[in-house]
């Protein structure tokens, strides 16, 4: 009999900080102490929490353990899975709060104000396992679909649910399907495409997605078939994430075995299956018409629209082409109605958003609001705030695409219109939190550095337009701008938005505008001032020693490697600034916080 | 990215080769299989030498310019053997922001390879890599696929020591 479940996290997350390791001396303990036929150990996919990992919870009780070593095993499996006694000091406690553990995780401040939806199978199924995902209602909706609705009611449900896509783009997905469902070309193939080239860097949603719940998708897959009329379906995932990977092999697999997908589902003479495709590192290829060009093996470059995929897209062929993140919402609105998902969100942004919590903030992780949720709840409540007593400075949104939200605009509820009107935009879910101590005008030049990489090359504004702005940045850096560099910036950006084919050089320039818009006096104070108010841009810094700390150990002399220090034994040093290279070596060899950047 | 050929000397075997002609046998009737061939070449050989592209070339009718074309578009293609000791350090935004820029040019410094790159001897090889995923350990780094994470640039030299 099992009395007792175990849930470790085998998300990325987790799994980098050992949750693997740990699951191994689980296994080990259990058998040494007989405890096998009681105690069932289930890997799942992501809880959101990765800054915690590897993190893992024991019900019935629900105690969560965080950030637990293999050698704290014996005292887990002895004290609470033998004696029943939760072993406290490795669990959760919550900062913010009056110190004593949490009962239960729904009550914590950072799940809270949550309301999962996509994720609502992450962190509490073996995604390995297709009967746990069955147990909770899967692949009743694609039951529901095939027994019971036609094609239009599909379409009809998912356009009244106010879905919209939630790769960044925001195009209503019952219209897309609406589409690819009325065009008939010859009667031949349609497909069906789901993106999982989530290449925008420091986003992980739909990966945390695919790895814990991988039959959401491959369902709604299949549901979309049938509403246009496919019956192949491709998925696009990146080969840098080999999680993600496996699972949806095994997934795709047991699906087949069950018959779920291939020929005649459910008895009713509907076919589906579903094939992957491995990207191999192009952020472009996120780009709709780039990963259909792709899949069909060549580089992955741009195709101009019309013809939209929905008329001519893989292998020239009617396609519908969605993110994860929109697949995963598709079944529940389908077993739970178009009226209750619309029941959620702002008046133009239905439902939930995922969103990649990252940078300077406490509680590191993944999280699901509904929309309109604003960034201050997301930051100060669910994030946990800044850590180390910082201020907040901006948030990012939309990745290399997007922009840098201000702290003045905080209260802002986050939907698709409203976070476009601030000059950033809802992307994919990346959300990272900067502190005071990161400067503006290197973080637009890290994102323009991204693109200019990326950039395909198809289109010269974006091509050769990107790389001037990347030299006006870093001239402005090395402390060599002139405030006409600000206006050369804005006119370049005005000409590779207008003149660019995709998204991708649409939007390059969008990281330095909102910056621009919103941290302009940063821009000023390193062209006029030459200083780097952040203490970030090495050019414009100077490393000096202050007298009262410096004990004259000499370490700092020793190991600089310009020479740039001298002083004698017992003595404050000083820094010769024509000589230094401000490399840093001597702030990490300080034992006394001697040495300061100015 | 720019992408140099190696200089390093062709090295592969006749079992390799064995393994490519299977491969591309696979896929002979797949639509668009040029990238799952390419992606399962390179991990036959480590990386993907002009050697094993003439041989797709020939096999598949493909023009070897369009091969080498796709080979270079894609980052995850490597024209160039890594080294034993493969050091990869997310540069991605949320490790970016806590200064795994500093971790990778003093990497960089450290192993003589300012700006990434595999040492002559072969023994190292550094890159920056796009968002890994670990950004709960931010900063990261990944040593032959072991991540190393929630580092400072003064955990470098110890890191690797345990590779030297």
Known sequence: MIRTHVLICGGTGCTSSGSMALKEALEKELEVKGLTEEVKLVTTGCFGLCALGPVMIVYPDGTFYSMVKPEDIPEIVEEHLLKGRPVTRLEYHEKTGDHHAVTSLSETTFYKKQHRVALRNCGVINPEVIDEYIARDGYAALGKVLTEMTPEDVIKTITDSGLRGRGGGGFPTGRKWQLARVIVQDGGKKYVACNADEGDPGAFMDRSILEGDPHAVLEAMAIAGYAIGADEGYIYVRAEYPIAIQRLEIAIKQAREYGLLGNDIFGTGFNFDIQLRLGAGAFVCGEETALMTSIEGNRGEPRPRPPFPAEKGLFQRPTVLNNVETYANVPQIILKGADWFASMGTEKSKGTKVFALGGKITNTGLVEIPMGTTLREVIEEIGGGIPNGKKFKAAQTGGPSGGCIPASLIDTPIDYDNLIAIGSMMGSGGLIVMDEDNCMVDIARFFLDFTVDESCGKCTPCRIGTKRMLEILDKIIDGKGELEDLDRLEELARYIKAGSLCGLGQTAPNPVLSTLRYFRDEYIAHVVDKKCPAGVCKHLLRFVINEDKCKGCTACARVCPAGAISG??????????????????????CKFGAIEKK | MKKKLTTVEFHGTKEQEAKLLEIIEKYKDTKGAMMPILQQTQEVYGYLPVEAMQIIARETGKPIEEIFGIATFYSQFSLNPKGAVSIAVCLGTACYVKGSGDLYNK??????????????????SLEATRCIGACGLAPVLTVNGNVYGRLTTADIEGIIAEYR
């Open chain 1, 568 to 589: 004698s034994v017992k003595n404050p040093h000083s820094i010769d600034p024509a000589k230094c290279l401000k490399c840093g070596a001597c702030i990490e060899k």
């Open chain 2, 107 to 124: 990497l960089g410094e450290v192993l003589g390879l300012e700006g990434g790159g595999t040492s002559s001897d072969g023994k190292f």
